[in-house]
């Protein structure tokens, strides 16, 4: 099984600032096949990136995925205040898993 | 308007068996790969199963052999069968429609809101 570890486990910033947050792969995921999902508390998960670097339909270009094989980045290039939330990363190359989540909260 | 309702969470003692449904609209079912991820009470998601739109399904190793996912193309719905539940099967059930190619790979890119189940005694 791929584990994926996120890092950090909370991100503390201010609006406007930029976040940077990590996932890596207990072995390399092929074929960039890493989403990113978004979920805020009482709602569902929010599909943001795919394959890697791919946004997904209606999310804006202040959230970039890039990496490759084990090492990940989703980059948030300056917050707003609806994007303070839980950030998973989610592998689909062997079988399907997700990582632990990082928070990004208001500083 | 893609929507996806889930229905069936419980209280259920451990070792028993519910349904779960997802009643899609806005779009086919058995067209579409679809998945179910839980959520256990403060914790991170975790995906359990996914179905394709020719029928192969697949289960994460927690649930193989007691849970089975399923859909009925007449009532556009998707089913989870849950069986010999436990006490770690708590948690908020989501079904997510799927999508994406064989090249970019299949992701989960639309959810409903989620239904729990807590097993307990």
């Known amino acids: 099984e791929i584990v994926l570890t996120q890092s950090p486990g909370t991100l503390s910033l201010s609006p406007g600032e930029r976040a940077t947050l990590s996932c890596r792969a207990s072995?390399?995921?092929?074929?960039?096949?890493l989403a990113w999902y978004q979920q805020k508390p009482g709602q569902a998960p929010r599909l943001l990136i795919y394959a890697a670097s791919s946004r997904a339909a209606g999310i804006p270009d202040r959230f970039r995925g890039s990496g490759s094989g084990t090492d990940f980045t989703l980059t948030i290039s300056r917050l707003e205040p609806e994007d303070f939330a839980v950030y998973y990363c989610q592998q689909y190359d062997s079988s399907r898993t997700f990582g632990q989540g990082t928070k990004v909260e208001i500083k | 308007e893609v929507q996806l309702v889930e229905s069936g969470g419980y209280l259920i003692q451990p070792g028993g068996s519910l349904r779960l449904s997802c009643a899609a609209s806005?779009?086919?079912?058995?067209?579409?790969?679809m998945s179910w991820v839980r959520q256990a009470p403060g914790k991170g998601l975790e995906w359990v199963s996914l179905?394709?739109?020719?029928?192969?399904?697949y289960y994460a190793d927690s649930v193989k052999g007691r849970f089975a996912i399923s859909r009925d193309n007449s009532k556009n719905t998707l089913y989870l069968q849950m069986d010999s539940l436990r006490a770690e099967d708590t948690a908020v059930y989501y079904c997510?429609?799927?999508?994406?190619?064989?090249?970019?790979?299949?992701?989960?890119?639309?959810w409903g809101q989620g239904t729990l189940v807590t097993v307990s005694s």
């Open positions: 997510a429609r799927m999508s994406g190619d064989g090249y970019k790979g299949f992701v989960e890119d639309f």
């Open positions: 072995q390399s995921v092929s074929g960039s096949s």
């Open positions: 179905i394709y739109s020719d029928g192969t399904t």
């Open positions: 806005g779009f086919t079912v058995s067209l579409n790969y």
